[in-house]
């Protein structure tokens, strides 16, 4: 049974950063395509990074978020600097073998974490 648990959402300034980690349990995250998305209040979830053999971000973060594996940990991070009142929202992780950026290709999610950026 695969479990995906993200960890590290809280309250920050904006400017600020926050490190968030999904720790998988019954799959392997370097043989997934990994990715981070969010819903922020009142919206529809929407796509915020990947990576696979490469990384993928919206055009929003870009310059500011960073993903990366660590194998080690079985584990996927998002790094997120200068972090805005924008970037609100409820974040998840989620795993597929589809080389895709679309809520509807990933069967596997966590029950994800709140990051509020205040002014």
């Known amino acids: 049974q695969v479990q995906l648990v993200e960890s590290g959402g809280g309250l920050v300034q904006a400017g600020g950063s926050l490190t968030l980690s999904c720790a998988a349990n019954g799959l392997t995250v370097s043989t997934y395509n990994m990715g981070w998305f969010r819903q922020p209040p009142g919206k529809e979830r929407e796509f915020v990074a990947r990576?696979?053999?490469?990384?993928t971000y919206t055009d929003s973060v870009k310059g500011r978020f960073t993903i990366s594996r660590d194998n080690a940990k079985n584990a996927v991070t998002l790094q997120m600097n200068s972090l805005k009142p924008e970037d609100t929202a409820v974040y998840y992780c989620?795993?597929?073998?589809?080389?895709?950026?679309?809520?509807?290709?990933?069967?596997?999610w966590g029950q994800g974490t709140q990051v509020t950026v205040s002014s």
């Open positions: 989620a795993a597929t073998r589809s080389p895709s950026v679309l809520v509807k290709n990933y069967p596997y």
């Open positions: 990576i696979t053999s490469s990384t």
